[in-house]
């Protein structure tokens, strides 16, 4: 990964740690979101894709706290790796797209149960965090 230097003097980009133990959880032992989340509650990808799940299958509401939990939880997550409120957040990091993917998830949901404040802010912090996410996640 090749990251270029920010001529503005704006943040530098923030990278999550990685967490091999869930990806291993969610790929080779094929457990369920729900129960990677129970283990590493901290890990957002694991909230996206039960907001993801919930969302397909006409459950908005719990689309909306599931993308809600893992929004938080990856805050959290930023925050503990640097990150200062504004800023870089790379979609091409794997672990950043579950944080990323939260926020589309959260913006999403939020339009369907007339939140139209909060999908609109939700929209223009994933931009502002990652056109790449924004240009993926927003379709």
């Known amino acids: 990964m090749t990251t270029h230097k920010n001529l503005l003097g704006g943040p530098e980009p923030t990278y999550l740690p990685e967490n091999e133990e869930a990806y291993r959880l969610l790929g080779e032992e094929s457990l369920p979101p729900a129960e990677v989340a129970a283990k590493h509650p901290t890990f957002s990808l694991a909230w996206a ?5 919930a ?6 509401v719990e689309s ?5 939990t893992g929004y938080h939880r990856g805050l959290d997550s930023l925050r503990r790796a640097g990150w200062k409120g504004h800023g870089p957040i ?12 939260c926020l ?13 404040d909060e ?7 994933l931009q502002d965090s990652s056109a790449e996410a924004y240009a993926e996640l927003k379709r």
Request: hydrophobic share 40%; proline share 2%.
């Open 55 to 60: 969302y397909e299958a006409g459950r908005v």
């Open 90 to 101: 790379p979609w091409d990091h794997r672990a950043n797209r579950g944080f990323l993917r």
């Open 64 to 68: 909306y706290a599931y993308a809600r």
């Open 49 to 53: 894709m039960l907001a993801d799940d």
């Open 104 to 116: 589309a998830a959260l913006a999403r949901a939020a339009d369907q149960i007339d939140e139209k």
């Open 119 to 125: 999908k609109e802010r939700c929209w223009q912090f």
